[in-house]
């Protein structure tokens, strides 16, 4: 009987799944027991209440208007918000410089290949954190002083202390431009929805190009012409020693974005080469043989189906780039990690609850990147009877 | 026509061939000039080789006697310099152990690498931190690239044996393993390294006994090592699902049971089909170990970073980043060209 029971398959694995799920349940068990006990010996209080008290914690660089007098929750959005402010911007530079990179190492051009190849080889054998701090305090800690700031048509000034931008008095006219810009994008994808049926079903052509311009450049230009002029602008000026006015974007920003595009390049710039060259050599010279011109072979034959091979790295990209916006953390970027995880934590001692929200901020956004992207992926892929 | 001018042929043809090739040649090569003269004069030209102390230094060049100066630091942080034999004497024993690995075949290889494997380890933790006999070396007095190789080797040693058991159990028919595997290696992939060490370091005393307590640097060595298993895993992962499942199955008709088949027939072909996959991911752990830095802990680039702040040797950001850069480019890029290599010479037939 024992016999049968220990040979029998089913008996086994209900065995080991048991053994297994009790011993991890054993072990949990014996973490909190000793966490509480170590807790209570600390005197660290439990639960979700520091939330509402007040942070007390400056931040140099906020969008959400936080104030030292604000709550610690809000001092948790504020770092998410940079958070998200400067993985954003870094993906999207990231993906141009490094589609750049990636055709130049394509280019049949031998010194630009190679240039283009030492740039990758170069970045992809360095640390992160290498890049971070050389661009902290090797580049931007050389800048000049404030009064002698490198300035671009006495509008835009850089310097050791930040790179200071022309201020907006009003935020409403932008509100309007954006609202018309992505009205006239929406007006573009019902056209070119029209357009392509309309060929399918007769056959006739539709000045596609020329609609495309007004609506995707003519109006996103006017419209932010119109705004620019129509709102008060806070110059930067050029004081004794300092910059009065204007929006100063704060060096550590600026580091950890320029640290982010640069590393995140010479990856990106590897997954576009692997893409175009994955697209089989013979779909270029059918292309070509059909009398396709080199932009359309371009457009229609192999970046769609380069574009298959390069949407699941370049999600791996995204997600690296969102997880690597934390180590702005060692030069005290104002992430959620230094923020939340750093002075809130030392402040707190809630290490736990702490920990665990910071944690679920990057699992969440990591989500919705990989489902953003999967939908995208699903779109591109072929669609096959 | 001789070699020579064949060549020269050759370069006329790969720049020059064209106008907009000259054009193009011509911008890149004004761009490179324009960059690396100011950078050889620095680095090279007006750069200051001997001395002893920052007055030696000419202006307007680098000054690199600062880094012969603090050589040993870079090296081994703040060991103490009689001890630094011993370190170095772990260095040698592990190459002398490790190099007939490349050379033999067969069982008398499999015995050398285990035997390596369980003796070396000890035998580092022994040598480098002391106790039985040596003098005690606090870990807080380790440093430099000596610290850097440490944690990678060490947090490697967590991650390999973890990674594989993770992708087998990812594999695994049994769904409780088959989701406990998945929901480790999701959750680790998903959050920032610099956060898990910080986890580490913050929660690993908190969840021990009262009274029992973890080293600083194992804290950071166990938060990597976790990390990277998952990523490991994933990569062992690639291995398995590219052996042809007829392996498995023939093994299965010969009797074998799980762990004999897994042992002796998919996991060997399998991880030489990852092999190149991890080394990527150990270069990538090699590239995180800087990261240790978040909780003081000095390793070379931290080491580099700290030196900045000498009043005695003021201003020496440029050189000390230079030099640690250098010694990490030069670490990863042999570990890449060595995977390189492996994924030229292919898994060799199953």
Request: with cysteine; proline share 4%; charged share 10%.
């Amino acid at each position: 009987m024992l016999r049968r029971l220990f040979y029998d398959a089913r008996i086994r694995d209900l065995f080991w799944q048991v053994a297994i799920s009790a011993s991890l349940v054993g072990l949990t068990v014996f973490f909190i027991r000793n966490a509480s006990q170590n807790m209570v010996n600390a005197g660290i209080a439990s639960g979700f209440d520091f939330l509402w008290r007040s942070a007390g914690i400056d931040v140099p660089f906020t969008l959400t208007g936080y104030t030292s007098s604000d709550n610690i929750w809000a001092l948790f959005w504020a770092g998410v918000t940079n958070t998200l402010l400067v993985s954003l911007i870094s993906m999207l530079l990231a993906t141009l410089l490094g589609f750049l990179i990636g055709l130049a190492r394509l280019s049949s051009h031998w010194l630009l290949s190679a240039i283009a190849a030492a740039y990758v080889e170069f970045v992809r054998n360095i640390p992160l954190l290498f890049f971070v701090l050389f661009w902290y305090f090797g580049v931007i800690a050389a800048l000049p002083q404030p009064r002698d700031s490198l300035n671009l048509f006495s509008a835009v000034f850089l310097n050791n202390r930040g790179l200071t931008v022309p201020a907006a008095t009003s935020g409403a006219p932008f509100q309007w431009a954006l609202a018309a810009i992505l009205l006239a994008f929406a007006a573009q994808w019902l056209v070119s929805r029209w357009a392509a049926r309309r060929k399918a079903e007769t056959g006739a052509d539709t000045p596609a190009l020329a609609i495309g311009l007004v609506l995707c450049a003519l109006v996103p230009v006017a419209a932010l012409v119109w705004a620019a002029r129509s709102t008060g602008w806070d110059m930067p000026q050029a004081g004794r020693f300092n910059l009065r006015g204007g929006f100063v974007i704060i060096p550590e920003f600026v580091a950890l974005l320029a640290a982010l595009v640069t590393y995140t390049a010479g990856f990106v710039a590897e997954i576009v080469r692997g893409g175009i060259g994955a697209v089989a050599k013979g779909q270029r010279e059918a292309a070509a043989s059909l009398g396709l011109r080199p932009g359309q072979i371009l457009r229609f034959v192999v970046i769609p189906q380069a574009m298959r091979v390069m949407i699941p790295p370049m999600t791996s990209q995204y997600l690296n780039v969102l997880k690597n916006s934390s180590f702005g953390a060692a030069i005290a970027y104002p992430d959620v990690v230094s923020l939340f995880m750093g002075s809130a934590l030392n402040d707190t001692g809630q290490a736990i609850e702490i920990i665990a929200m910071t944690l679920a901020v990057y699992l969440f956004f990591g989500l919705i990147v990989s489902a953003l992207m999967n939908w995208y992926n699903a779109r591109m892929a072929l669609v096959t009877r | 026509m001789s070699a020579a001018s064949a060549s020269l042929r050759l370069w006329q043809q790969r720049l020059f061939s064209t106008p907009a090739q000259t054009a193009i040649t011509l911008g890149i090569a004004v761009c490179v000039i324009w960059l690396l003269t100011p950078f050889t004069r620095w680095a090279l030209v007006n750069a200051t080789w001997s001395g002893e102390t920052r007055a030696d230094c000419a202006p307007g060049g680098a000054c690199w006697v600062f880094i012969r100066a603090r050589f040993g630091q870079f090296m081994y942080g703040f060991y103490p310099v009689a001890e630094r034999w011993r370190p170095n004497l772990f260095g040698l024993v592990s190459l002398a152990a490790v190099a007939p690995l490349f050379v033999l075949t067969g069982r008398a290889r499999l015995r050398l690498g285990i035997a390596a494997l369980l003796l070396l380890p000890p035998l580092g933790v022994w040598l480098i931190g002391g106790g039985y006999g040596l003098a005690a070396v606090e870990t807080r007095a380790w440093g430099g690239l000596m610290l850097t190789l440490f944690i990678a080797i060490y947090a490697g040693l967590i991650a390999v044996p973890l990674g594989i058991l993770l992708a087998l159990g990812r594999q695994s028919r049994l769904p409780l393993i088959r989701t406990l595997a998945v929901v480790f290696i999701e959750f680790w992939r998903g959050v920032p390294i610099i956060a898990v060490i910080f986890l580490a370091s913050l929660l690993l005393p908190l969840v021990m006994p009262a009274g029992v307590g973890v080293d600083r640097l194992a804290r950071a060595v166990i938060g990597l090592g976790l990390v990277i298993a998952a990523y490991m895993a994933e990569a062992v992962r690639g291995g398995l699902q590219a052996l042809p499942k007829g392996q498995a199955e023939a093994a299965a008709a010969l009797g074998l049971g799980y762990w004999k088949t897994t042992g002796l027939i998919t996991l060997p072909q399998a991880l030489r089909i990852s092999l190149p996959a991890m080394t990527n991911e150990f270069i990538a752990l090699v590239k995180n170990t800087t990261l240790v830095l978040v909780v003081s802990i000095l390793d070379l680039l931290g080491i580099a970073q700290s030196s900045l702040a000498d009043p005695a040797w003021v201003g020496m950001n440029m050189e000390a980043y230079l030099f640690a850069g250098t010694i990490y480019w030069l670490i990863c890029f042999a570990l890449s060209r060595w995977s390189r290599s492996l994924e030229a010479g292919g898994p060799k037939g199953h």
